[in-house]
């Protein structure tokens, strides 16, 4: 069973939370509060939190900036992950993603199906890695920002979760942007 090992030193990581919405403000978006929340008492560091409207070369803009900011790890978005037709999340995400994180969506989708049943068919949910930085797309209820932090990303994020985490693997992931040595 995995488990956190007490013997290895906690490494917070820095996180940007970005909520998709033509609705929400900062005032009345409780899916980014609510992330927001979680990645400060897991001891992480609230790198940004911004709204984006629900507009794929808008994300794709804001996710290219985080992207390429070093002082951020890891982007989580919430909302615009539906099959409606304003719901482009994924979209923006295939614009920018480099590899493909398959295992997030498969289990973000087989732990919500355990909790509100055929309906979480209709999640778009996905994962990824661009130029070394971790992104994660979430739906925009506030329940679904709790599943995929309770029972995902706050493991996955912790470099003490074992058998194997993330966090160790954020070294390799410029590997190919690196010239080869002999």
């Known amino acids: ?3 956190i090992d007490p013997s ?13 919405s033509d609705t929400r403000t900062l005032e ?10 979680k990645i400060l008492k897991a001891g992480h ?3 940004a939190r911004k709204i984006e409207k629900d507009d794929a070369t808008a994300i794709e803009t804001q996710l290219r900036s985080w992207i390429s900011d070093p002082m951020i790890d890891v982007v989580i978005t919430t909302g615009g992950t539906g099959i409606t037709g304003r719901d482009v999340t994924p979209e923006a ?3 920018v993603l480099e590899k493909r994180i398959e295992g997030f969506g498969e289990l973000f989708r087989m732990l919500s199906y355990q909790k509100i049943g055929t309906s979480a068919m209709q999640s778009r949910a996905i994962g990824g890695v661009a130029s070394g930085t ?3 797309a979430l739906p925009g209820s506030s329940g679904a ?12 994020l912790d470099n003490r979760f074992r058998p194997c985490n993330l966090v160790e693997l954020m070294p390799r992931l410029k590997e190919h942007l690196r010239p080869a040595t002999r």
């Open 145 to 156: 920002v709790k599943d995929g932090w309770d029972d995902i990303l706050v493991h996955q």
């Open 28 to 37: 009345t978006d409780t899916s980014g509060a609510t992330l927001a929340e």
């Open 45 to 47: 560091k609230l790198a």
């Open 93 to 95: 995400f295939d614009r």
């Open 8 to 20: 290895r030193p906690f490494i917070p990581v820095q996180i940007a939370v970005l909520t998709v």
């Open 1 to 3: 069973m995995s488990r």
């Open 134 to 136: 971790y992104l994660f």
